[in-house]
């Protein structure tokens, strides 16, 4: 299979999608005003071929912000897309037809991936899908895009999940997760008075989550938000880390962009050489792959912003472009099989 990205700054989708001839998917990355628009527009330039979409900066070589990006695979690739809607009370209740889905394009874990768009309520709906995807080995890449909207052939859903799943005639896929953080030493807290509906944190280690973080940290209130870049918190998983980003200050707490339940055993994170971490995400790739088709990637906010204000983001896509065509999506959470984060990035790899 091969994968194409087109992009337009301005925002023109037939510019965007010049070079696409006989996609097999389509992947929309579009901005809030005209998301709308582009998801009719893609349907009739492509009637019939399956999409998803998000409202959310794409990238290649270069971040396309307010414009759009498209990703299209093509050449050897069967592909569908569907969605489970009612994301936040009952996504189960269409899971019918994730597993009608699989059987359609006969999915296989050596050269299946499962590709998702999410509106919110992440974590329940990948315990969700996982329920499906475990039983079969199938790997998930995805995130949540802007503004509760998202879409697939051609019809918009808000409170949903859109996915598409894309299966590698032509050889393998594998997906991968980047993490730029470790675990800082001697510092591990207990969560109490969480609330899991607004992914609230009231206490560490019976303090208030605020001034336990700025303890830790030596920083003052105006401060923490920012320093969730370099310091966010984490949920180790075994011997893997789940980030948590900081949103905001709530009163003496501390609202994440991922939750956090009661008893929860939290470390606090600091941010490693990006480059090293880069090299060994490189590394592994090459070591798994002989030849690769296109590389799909979804980039936390928090790390553009931190790559953009570190004047790292072009360097980073060129060197991620060394790997193969490389395009993607700046997310809002990112997906990894079961698992959602924050401040990840995570890809999916084909041969």
């Given at each position: 299979?091969?994968?194409?990205?087109?992009?337009?700054?301005?925002?023109?989708?037939?510019?965007?999608?010049?070079?696409?001839?006989?996609?097999?998917?389509?992947?929309?990355?579009?901005?809030?005003?005209?998301?709308?628009?582009?998801?009719?527009?893609?349907?009739?330039?492509?009637?019939?071929?399956?999409?998803?979409?998000?409202?959310?900066?794409?990238?290649?070589?270069?971040?396309?912000?307010?414009?759009?990006?498209?990703?299209?695979?093509?050449?050897?690739?069967?592909?569908?897309?569907?969605?489970?809607?009612?994301?936040?009370?009952?996504?189960?209740?269409?899971?019918?037809?994730?597993?009608?889905?699989?059987?359609?394009?006969?999915?296989?874990?050596?050269?299946?991936?499962?590709?998702?768009?999410?509106?919110g309520n992440d974590a329940c709906v990948l315990t969700t899908i996982h329920s499906i995807l475990g039983k079969v080995g199938i790997p998930l890449v995805g995130g949540t895009g802007d503004s509760g909207k998202v879409s697939v052939n051609g019809t918009i859903y808000e409170d949903a999940d859109v996915y598409a799943f894309v299966k590698n005639n032509g050889g393998k896929v594998a997906v991968y997760k980047e993490n730029l953080y470790k675990p800082m030493p001697g510092y591990r807290f207990i969560a109490s008075n969480t609330d899991r509906s607004r992914y609230y944190v009231g206490e560490l280690n019976g303090k208030s989550?605020?001034?336990?973080?700025?303890?830790?940290?030596?920083?003052?209130?105006?401060?923490?938000?920012?320093?969730?870049?370099?310091?966010?918190l984490g949920k180790m998983n075994g011997q893997d880390i789940c980030i948590i980003s900081l949103k905001e200050v709530s009163g003496n707490g501390l609202c994440c962009y991922r939750q956090v339940n009661d008893s929860d055993v939290l470390v606090l994170l600091e941010e490693q050489d990006y480059n090293e971490i880069l090299d060994e995400t490189l590394q592994r790739i090459r070591r798994d792959f002989n030849h690769i088709s296109g590389v799909f990637s979804i980039n936390c906010v928090f790390r553009y912003l931190l790559f953009s204000q570190e004047h790292h983001m072009e360097d980073y896509l060129k060197t991620m472009s060394t790997l193969g065509d490389h395009a993607g999506l700046i997310g809002f959470g990112e997906h990894y099989n079961q698992q959602f984060v924050n401040q990840t990035m995570t890809c999916v790899v084909f041969e």
């Open positions: 299979m091969k994968q194409y990205f087109g992009m337009s700054q301005t925002g023109n989708l037939k510019e965007a999608a010049q070079g696409v001839h006989a996609p097999g998917l389509l992947i929309l990355m579009s901005n809030a005003d005209q998301f709308e628009a582009h998801v009719t527009e893609l349907e009739s330039l492509f009637p019939g071929v399956p999409s998803i979409g998000c409202i959310g900066m794409s990238y290649s070589t270069r971040v396309v912000e307010k414009g759009v990006g498209l990703v299209a695979f093509y050449d050897n690739v069967t592909a569908v897309a569907n969605v489970l809607e009612q994301a936040s009370t009952m996504p189960v209740k269409y899971i019918e037809r994730m597993e009608q889905d699989l059987k359609n394009v006969h999915a296989s874990s050596k050269d299946t991936v499962c590709i998702d768009l999410c509106t989550s605020k001034q336990a973080y700025m303890d830790a940290l030596h920083i003052s209130e105006s401060n923490i938000i920012n320093q969730t870049f370099h310091n966010p």
